[in-house]
């Protein structure tokens, strides 16, 4: 079993930035796929990105590349999303995601879940 939490959510303005954390306890992270996913009021969970267990391969949501960047520090146990250029249409809850495997970029191929933090952009 992993606990995942994150954090680093909170309003921003259009154009700035934000970084979020996930922080992994339980078990440690350096084997597993890890992914953020976002889901907005009304709308379904979302791909954001995912990075293999070793950080060589990272996937991004076409609506986030070039803007946001995921990485991890198994040393600590933890994911980041580094948020830049963020657009009104960015605003939504923000998850954590964990699986022992790799099978899409889907939120069912995740079966760890954090408790979502918010992220808002004002325009």
């Known amino acids: 079993q992993v606990q995942l939490v994150e954090s680093g959510g909170g309003l921003v303005q259009a154009g700035g930035s934000l970084r979020l954390s996930c922080a992994a306890s339980?078990?440690?992270?350096?084997?597993?796929?890890m992914g953020w996913f976002r889901q907005a009021p009304g709308e379904e969970r979302n791909f954001v990105a995912t990075?293999?267990?070793?950080?060589?391969?990272?996937y991004y949501a076409d609506s986030v590349r070039g803007r946001f960047t995921m990485s991890r520090d198994n040393a600590k146990n933890t994911v980041y999303l580094q948020m830049n250029s963020v657009k009104p249409e960015d605003t939504a809850v923000y998850y954590c995601?964990?699986?022992?495997?790799?099978?899409?970029?889907?939120?069912?191929?995740?079966?760890?879940w954090g408790q979502g933090t918010q992220v808002t952009v004002s325009s």
């Open positions: 339980g078990r440690t992270i350096d084997s597993l796929f």
């Open positions: 990075i293999h267990w070793s950080g060589g391969r990272i």
């Open positions: 995601a964990a699986s022992s495997y790799y099978s899409g970029n889907v939120p069912s191929s995740f079966g760890y």
